[in-house]
């Protein structure tokens, strides 16, 4: 200090380069010009490439007629639908695959994953093989093998294998007896302008509301009663059979609503013709391959998480639960599998999102998800930079949510600490 | 009074005795790792018998049955379907697979200049192995000579157009190569780039962290296959009118984009693991910002992300063959083609044998990769692990 008070330093001679402050924001402006500079070339060419052929910009287009048909439909959908509802359609489909995606290789997931480490060396090695083999294996070709290679190469309709519960397998995929209720579970919706229009008659029409009501009576009765066990036992140490009562609330009160409102429900099996099938719930080749080659795969990445997981709890929990005298199936259940689970949730979340993100490989074999059916709007459409904002905007809200939802579970599962 | 000294010493060590043969020898392996109790001996006999099962059907599916000569497809039909093999046999049909050998590896890459990939190959192969051996010296050249200088020689010479090579268009290109191709620059491209891109996201400069963190998040948030689209529909429409892009290079440009962000999450592990005094430290010896990362703290942050490094190597190889989905040829787009487009192969069996061949070259790449990256990993363990 009292050097600078001596005026030793001469800031004045001090090139402006030197100053790390000028340096950083000097960087910042020119990055930011650069940037600006190429997008605004970018948005030039691209208005006059527009220009040049003539296509609209907007989103007016997603009120044309389709066209087009979809084969796998969760919802009502024609030709003479709109691309608005042909891209839902297509949402609802990638949801669907990703859904049940997400179930099986979760389950089979964390059976290799712990059958990686069970004590019987021919269970650890038959796991060991099937993660090698699946995870160095490119998702798509699987999804290939399983579409060209196994489900096309099944009999025709008239010789369809006939399996248990009058239900068929054949080329035109998987049929089952469908379960046909008197009525809807849930109130329709439409969009009328922004707001949406709810029609509650088809649920009022049969007597499904009685079971939707025992739905949401039991969910209700069995927070209450795992509410009131965790007190009682906080309070007296005695304890509640707090699962066997809430499962039996919750199959038990549908059910008994089910028979209460005169089984409105009848069961269709399929019916074999020289050609087709007709009536029952058909599972269809295109859904079938991707979910198994996609849950196969992701399985095999998860395995290897919960196995990680699960030899990152020390060893001393382990010899601790046995000390405390607790049995290895309640140690497992009260002391390990809990500090794993914060081990495996974050990357678990992220093949979860892999999967999401995979399933737009439908695209190869033709399962309308939102990709192949966007990719169809744009090509009847020409509107590419609509469908590619579409698709980002899809995408990357169903991966914050899924991130969201995965971290809220985290921090329930972290440890607290202070 | 007398003394009776009653205890005795030993003065020689006793033998050491054999463990019991209850403890040693297979019999002991087997009852302690497969039939250690009822419920484990039951599982293991389920287990043996399944494997015995599976491992026959897939044996005599590849080998026993499969049919190893043949011109055509009635080569693999049964009688049923018009050959003359017995009905209801299944087999691999691997005459398939050899006629058509060529092309899963080279495309429509004309034959009598295919020995140009060959030699690509080769070069590659000839600085590769000693790159990748720790004991060969001069591992600096080597890089330089692989990193910077055979991307050149390998454009030059595949592509041709100069030194009177023919010139070659890119849509004559498939097959393996293709996908070797894809690989080789999304990997060489992606490291500097994702390098750069975590740099970026831990900078301290706002705007410039901004825009990392929201390209890489947007990357990442998104499938590749709707990269590679954006890629092959949009750059061509960013672009001044008539200018065009060559579809493998707009493919190129979205892999390498689409692995940089990957990348860059993993060096951004690596950075997030120094301890913040090897900075200090470099601070105080009064590097420069790109000596300090470049001198201290990058050398140690990759070597200890190597692990996911590879992993995103051997993610970006099996991402490769989406470009199928933006009608390129790579292996598996040339497989594809062979099967669904080429009556003279179209059997029950064909689907299945080339798949399962292609799926075996890309399972020796990835496994390859992933078994030198723990090689990798226990030579590189200098830490300070007890």
């Given at each position: 200090m009292a050097t600078q008070d001596l005026g030793l330093?001469?800031?004045?001679?001090?090139?402006?380069?030197?100053d790390p402050k000028f340096r950083s924001l000097a960087f910042q402006v020119v990055t930011v010009l650069v940037l600006v500079g190429c997008i605004w070339w970018m948005v030039d060419n691209t208005i006059e490439n527009l220009r040049r052929s003539n296509i609209s910009t907007g989103?007016?287009?997603?009120?044309?007629?389709?066209?087009f048909d979809i084969s796998d439909r969760l919802i009502e959908y024609t030709s003479d639908s709109t691309f608005l509802r042909a891209l839902v359609v297509g949402i609802l489909n990638t949801l669907k695959v990703a859904a049940a995606g997400i179930v099986l290789a979760t389950i089979i997931g964390f059976l290799v994953g712990i059958g990686r480490l069970s004590n019987n060396w021919l269970i650890r090695k038959i796991c060991t093989v099937y993660v090698e083999i699946f995870r160095n294996i490119p998702p798509l070709l699987v999804i290939l093998f399983w579409y060209q290679g196994v489900l096309a190469v099944l009999p025709q309709v008239r010789d369809s294998y006939s399996l248990p519960f009058n239900s068929f397998l054949n080329v035109r995929g998987f049929f089952l007896p469908a379960v046909i209720w008197d009525g809807a579970f849930l109130p329709s919706f439409s969009w009328n302008g922004f707001l949406p229009n709810i029609d509650w008659s088809p649920v009022m029409a049969g007597r499904l509301w009685l079971i939707d009501i025992a739905i949401l009576l039991a969910i209700a009765m069995a927070w209450f009663v795992v509410r009131r066990a965790r007190q009682r036992q906080a309070a007296t140490g005695q304890q509640f059979p707090v699962f066997w009562t809430s499962l039996v609330l919750i199959i038990g009160l549908p059910v008994l609503a089910f028979f209460a409102a005169g089984a409105p429900a009848t069961l269709e099996f399929p019916q074999k013709g020289t050609f087709n099938l007709t009536g029952g719930a058909n599972i269809k080749p295109e859904f079938l391959s991707l979910l198994l080659a996609l849950s196969f795969y992701t399985a095999s990445f998860i395995a290897e998480i919960v196995r990680a997981g699960i030899q990152g709890v020390p060893k001393g929990q382990t010899e601790a639960y046995s000390a405390l005298g607790l049995r290895p199936g309640t140690g497992l259940r009260l002391v390990v599998i809990p500090q794993a689970l914060r081990i495996i949730i974050p990357p678990l979340t992220s093949q979860y999102l892999n999967l999401t993100k995979n399933s737009t490989l439908g695209v190869a074999i033709g399962y309308p998800e939102l990709y192949s059916v966007g990719g169809t709007t744009l090509n009847q459409t020409g509107q590419a930079i609509e469908v590619v904002v579409i698709f980002m905007v899809v995408y990357l809200s169903i991966s914050l949510l899924t991130s969201l939802v995965m971290n809220w579970f985290n921090a329930k599962m972290a440890l607290k600490e202070r | 009074m007398q003394e009776h000294d009653l205890s005795w010493v030993r003065t020689e060590m006793a033998l050491a005795q054999a463990a019991?043969?209850?403890?040693?020898g297979a019999g002991a392996w087997m009852r302690n790792n497969?039939?250690?109790t009822p419920v484990n001996s039951a599982i293991t006999l389920i287990a043996a018998l399944a494997i015995v099962w599976f491992g026959m059907q897939i044996l005599n599916w590849m080998?026993?049955?499969?049919?190893?000569?043949?011109?055509?497809?009635t080569a693999c039909l049964t009688t049923e379907q018009g050959?003359?093999?017995?009905?209801?046999w299944s087999g691999a049909c691997w005459p398939f697979v050899s006629s058509r050998f060529g092309y899963f590896m080279?495309?429509?890459?004309p034959v009598e200049e295919r020995w140009r990939v060959l030699l690509c190959g080769l070069l590659f192969l000839v600085l590769l192995v000693p790159l990748l051996t720790?004991?060969?010296?001069?591992k600096r050249l080597n890089a330089i000579l692989f990193f910077a200088v055979f991307p050149f020689v390998a454009f030059f010479l595949l592509l041709?157009?100069?030194?009177g090579l023919p010139y070659i268009e890119t849509q004559l290109w498939g097959g393996l190569m293709v996908t070797l191709v894809i690989s080789y620059v999304g990997i060489v491209t992606s490291l500097p780039l994702g390098i750069l891109l975590a740099l970026g996201r831990r900078s301290k400069m706002p705007i410039v962290k901004l825009l990392s963190v929201v390209f890489i998040e947007t990357v990442r948030g998104v499938p590749l296959v709707a990269v590679l689209f954006m890629a092959s529909f949009m750059l061509p429409l960013f672009m001044p009118p008539g200018m065009t892009f060559d579809k493998l290079l707009r493919a190129l440009i979205g892999v390498a984009l689409f692995a940089s962000a990957y990348m860059a999450e993993v060096v951004r592990g690596g950075l997030q693991a120094i301890p913040k005094g090897q900075y200090e430290g470099a601070d105080s010896l009064g590097l420069g910002y790109w000596q300090k990362m470049g001198l201290i703290v990058m050398p140690q942050a990759l070597k200890l992300v190597i692990p996911g490094i590879v992993n995103t190597f051997i993610g970006l190889f099996k991402d490769t063959t989406l470009v199928l989905i933006i009608s390129l040829f790579d292996l598996l787009g040339t497989v594809k083609q062979s099967i669904?487009?080429?009556?003279?192969?179209?059997?029950?069996?064909t689907a299945k044998t080339g798949y399962v061949f292609a799926a075996a070259i890309f399972w020796v790449f990835c496994f390859g990769m992933s078994r030198y990256s723990q090689y990798m990993e226990r030579r590189l363990d200098t830490g300070h692990r007890k």
């Open positions: 330093r001469q800031p004045a001679k001090e090139s402006l380069l030197y989103f007016a287009f997603l009120r044309g007629r389709a066209g | 019991p043969p209850s403890q040693v497969l039939f250690s080998f026993f049955s499969a049919i190893w000569s043949g011109s055509d497809r050959g003359q093999l017995p009905a209801g080279f495309g429509r890459y720790p004991r060969i010296p001069f041709g157009g100069y030194f669904s487009g080429d009556p003279t192969w179209a059997t029950p069996q």
